[in-house]
């Protein structure tokens, strides 16, 4: 059922870097979000692909991994993803995406999901990343969203009494997302 596959797909920061991502599965996973809705139908999204070391690297050095683990700096050599989406707004399409990358960003991630891998989803790295990719002033990157092989587990808890739904891991490293209930979030 899609509520299964939307519980599973979690947001990872841990992968087996020596899972190495096919330009195909992420061919496959933008196809997906280009299939979805599209505000306006005005289509401004466009990827930019990386399944080559040399360019994750370049990547992987411009990102902000999880501001909610103040003690850690992200993943080791080992654990880091074998492949990056750019998602950029081409704003010679339009002024603005509207609602556009949430929808891609969700498809995908389910797609992902689908094939047994994962994702995390970045707004916040560093702005050069456009010049280091050689990107053409008109387009804006939105998001870079990881995918790997997922190597940790992610567990969906009820909010604590504080009402703190800031994520944790425990000593084994399980990471921890609370989530309001059902009965919280609907007036």
Not at 22 to 30: C, G
Not at 71 to 77: A, K, M, S, T, V
Not at 172 to 184: A, F, M
Request: charged share 30%; proline share 4%.
């Amino acid at each position: 059922m899609l509520k299964d596959l939307i519980r599973k797909n979690r947001t990872y920061r841990r992968f087996d870097a020596s899972h190495k991502i096919e330009l195909d599965d992420l061919k496959d996973m933008v196809d997906a979000a280009r299939l979805g809705s599209s505000g306006a139908n005005l289509q401004p999204l466009k990827y930019y692909l990386s399944a080559s070391d040399e360019i994750n690297d370049t990547i992987f050095e411009t990102l902000r991994w999880a501001g909610g683990l103040k003690d850690w700096n992200g993943p080791e050599l080992e654990e880091r993803p074998s492949g990056y989406i750019v998602m950029v707004h081409d704003t010679s399409i339009s002024k603005q995406p509207y609602w556009d990358h949430g929808i891609a960003a969700q498809s995908i991630l389910l797609t992902a999901t689908e094939k047994g891998l994962g994702g995390c989803m970045f707004a916040s790295f560093d702005r050069s990343l456009a010049q280091k990719l050689k990107l053409d002033e008109k387009y804006n990157i939105l998001m870079v969203i990881a995918i790997g092989k997922p190597i940790e587990d992610v567990v969906l808890v009820d909010l604590p009494e504080d009402g703190k739904t800031a994520y944790y891991r425990d000593e084994k490293k399980t990471h921890y997302v609370p989530k309001r209930s059902l009965e919280e979030i609907i007036l």
